[in-house]
Protein backbone atom coordinates (compact mmCIF):
# COMPACT_ATOMS: atom_id res chain seq x y z
CA UNK A 1 0.00 0.00 0.00
CA UNK A 2 3.01 2.22 0.68
CA UNK A 3 4.30 1.26 -2.40
CA UNK A 4 1.41 2.65 -4.06
CA UNK A 5 0.63 5.45 -2.18
CA UNK A 6 4.34 7.05 -2.88
CA UNK A 7 3.85 6.05 -6.66
CA UNK A 8 0.62 7.87 -6.95
CA UNK A 9 2.38 11.31 -5.30
CA UNK A 10 5.25 10.80 -7.44
CA UNK A 11 3.05 10.74 -10.95
CA UNK A 12 1.02 14.29 -8.86
CA UNK A 13 4.27 15.88 -9.10
CA UNK A 14 5.38 14.46 -12.33
CA UNK A 15 2.28 15.89 -13.56
CA UNK A 16 2.02 19.06 -11.72
CA UNK A 17 5.81 19.95 -13.05
CA UNK A 18 4.70 18.69 -16.63
CA UNK A 19 2.04 21.35 -16.44
CA UNK A 20 4.11 24.51 -14.94
CA UNK A 21 6.27 23.77 -17.78
CA UNK A 22 3.66 23.65 -19.80
CA UNK A 23 2.15 27.07 -18.27
CA UNK A 24 5.90 28.67 -19.39
CA UNK A 25 6.23 27.19 -22.44
CA UNK A 26 6.68 29.59 -25.72
CA UNK A 27 3.25 29.39 -27.66
CA UNK A 28 1.93 30.52 -31.19
CA UNK A 29 -0.30 33.50 -31.45
CA UNK A 30 -2.71 32.91 -33.29
CA UNK A 31 -6.04 35.59 -34.86
CA UNK A 32 -9.05 34.21 -36.21
CA UNK A 33 -11.04 35.46 -38.94
CA UNK A 34 -13.44 35.82 -35.82
CA UNK A 35 -10.92 38.22 -34.33
CA UNK A 36 -9.62 40.24 -37.28
CA UNK A 37 -13.55 40.72 -37.86
CA UNK A 38 -13.56 42.53 -34.94
CA UNK A 39 -14.30 40.22 -31.75
CA UNK A 40 -10.49 40.50 -30.95
CA UNK A 41 -11.12 43.87 -29.30
CA UNK A 42 -13.37 43.27 -26.92
CA UNK A 43 -10.63 41.83 -25.11
CA UNK A 44 -9.71 42.75 -21.62
CA UNK A 45 -6.32 44.25 -22.82
CA UNK A 46 -7.65 46.10 -25.72
CA UNK A 47 -6.12 50.20 -25.47
CA UNK A 48 -9.29 52.02 -26.20
CA UNK A 49 -8.55 55.99 -26.88
CA UNK A 50 -9.52 58.88 -29.38
CA UNK A 51 -8.42 60.87 -32.02
CA UNK A 52 -9.90 63.65 -33.75
CA UNK A 53 -13.29 62.72 -32.15
CA UNK A 54 -12.92 58.78 -33.36
CA UNK A 55 -12.53 55.95 -31.10
CA UNK A 56 -8.85 53.82 -31.52
CA UNK A 57 -8.48 50.32 -30.31
CA UNK A 58 -5.17 48.95 -30.56
CA UNK A 59 -5.07 44.92 -28.93
CA UNK A 60 -1.50 42.94 -28.92
CA UNK A 61 -1.46 39.29 -29.72
CA UNK A 62 1.77 38.72 -29.11
CA UNK A 63 4.90 40.83 -27.36
CA UNK A 64 8.55 38.98 -27.79
CA UNK A 65 10.32 37.77 -24.74
CA UNK A 66 13.07 40.93 -25.58
CA UNK A 67 10.08 43.26 -26.13
CA UNK A 68 11.38 44.27 -29.29
CA UNK A 69 9.25 42.41 -31.46
CA UNK A 70 5.29 42.80 -31.61
CA UNK A 71 2.20 42.16 -33.68
CA UNK A 72 -1.56 42.89 -32.91
CA UNK A 73 -4.72 43.94 -34.61
CA UNK A 74 -5.40 48.26 -34.37
CA UNK A 75 -8.54 50.38 -36.18
CA UNK A 76 -8.60 53.65 -36.31
CA UNK A 77 -10.82 56.24 -38.17
CA UNK A 78 -10.05 58.99 -39.94
CA UNK A 79 -7.20 61.39 -39.54
CA UNK A 80 -4.47 62.90 -41.18
CA UNK A 81 -0.74 62.92 -39.53
CA UNK A 82 2.45 64.99 -40.95
CA UNK A 83 4.97 62.71 -39.69
CA UNK A 84 8.35 64.82 -39.57
CA UNK A 85 10.45 62.89 -37.51
CA UNK A 86 11.40 59.42 -38.65
CA UNK A 87 8.71 57.08 -38.38
CA UNK A 88 10.47 55.14 -35.39
CA UNK A 89 9.58 51.53 -35.89
CA UNK A 90 9.77 49.04 -38.90
CA UNK A 91 6.01 47.72 -39.35
CA UNK A 92 4.31 45.25 -41.43
CA UNK A 93 0.98 46.39 -42.16
CA UNK A 94 -2.06 44.24 -43.85
CA UNK A 95 -5.34 46.44 -43.92
CA UNK A 96 -8.31 44.45 -43.57
CA UNK A 97 -10.92 47.16 -44.08
CA UNK A 98 -10.16 50.46 -45.11
CA UNK A 99 -6.87 52.13 -46.13
CA UNK A 100 -4.45 54.43 -45.95
CA UNK A 101 -2.47 57.20 -48.88
CA UNK A 102 1.20 57.51 -48.22
CA UNK A 103 2.57 60.65 -49.26
CA UNK A 104 6.50 60.36 -48.60
CA UNK A 105 8.62 63.26 -48.12
CA UNK A 106 9.81 62.83 -51.69
CA UNK A 107 6.66 63.77 -52.89
CA UNK A 108 5.67 60.13 -53.77
CA UNK A 109 2.42 58.83 -52.81
CA UNK A 110 1.04 55.12 -52.43
CA UNK A 111 -1.93 54.25 -51.77
CA UNK A 112 -2.97 51.12 -49.59
CA UNK A 113 -6.28 49.30 -49.37
CA UNK A 114 -7.83 46.85 -47.78
CA UNK A 115 -5.86 43.22 -48.74
CA UNK A 116 -3.14 45.02 -49.43
CA UNK A 117 0.01 45.76 -47.48
CA UNK A 118 2.34 47.74 -46.82
CA UNK A 119 6.03 47.96 -44.43
CA UNK A 120 6.78 51.48 -43.17
CA UNK A 121 11.03 51.96 -42.59
CA UNK A 122 11.82 52.98 -39.32
CA UNK A 123 13.12 56.18 -40.91
CA UNK A 124 10.07 56.98 -43.39
CA UNK A 125 8.68 60.67 -42.93
CA UNK A 126 5.70 61.52 -44.87
CA UNK A 127 2.24 62.63 -44.82
CA UNK A 128 -0.35 59.59 -43.61
CA UNK A 129 -4.00 60.06 -44.40
CA UNK A 130 -6.89 57.68 -44.12
CA UNK A 131 -11.24 57.66 -43.85
CA UNK A 132 -10.48 55.04 -41.02
CA UNK A 133 -9.22 50.93 -41.22
CA UNK A 134 -8.98 47.99 -39.49
CA UNK A 135 -5.11 46.88 -40.08
CA UNK A 136 -2.77 43.57 -38.63
CA UNK A 137 0.28 45.28 -37.73
CA UNK A 138 4.00 43.52 -37.20
CA UNK A 139 6.34 45.61 -35.46
CA UNK A 140 10.07 45.54 -34.63
CA UNK A 141 11.77 47.88 -32.98
CA UNK A 142 15.30 47.94 -31.71
CA UNK A 143 14.77 49.59 -28.24
CA UNK A 144 11.03 48.27 -28.09
CA UNK A 145 9.69 52.19 -28.34
CA UNK A 146 6.11 51.44 -29.90
CA UNK A 147 5.38 47.95 -28.36
CA UNK A 148 4.14 49.35 -24.75
Known sequence: MKLFTLTCIAIAVSLTGTQAAAADAALPAKMTAEDMSGSMFERPDTTRTERNGHPVLDVTSLLSSDGKFGSGLYRAGPSRWEIS??????EFMYFLEGGVTLTSADGSV???KAGEAVTLPKEWTGIWETDGYTKIWVIYSEDGSGLE
Not at 85 to 90: A, F, K, Q
Request: glycine share 12%.
Open 85 to 90: EPYGVD
Open 110 to 112: MEV
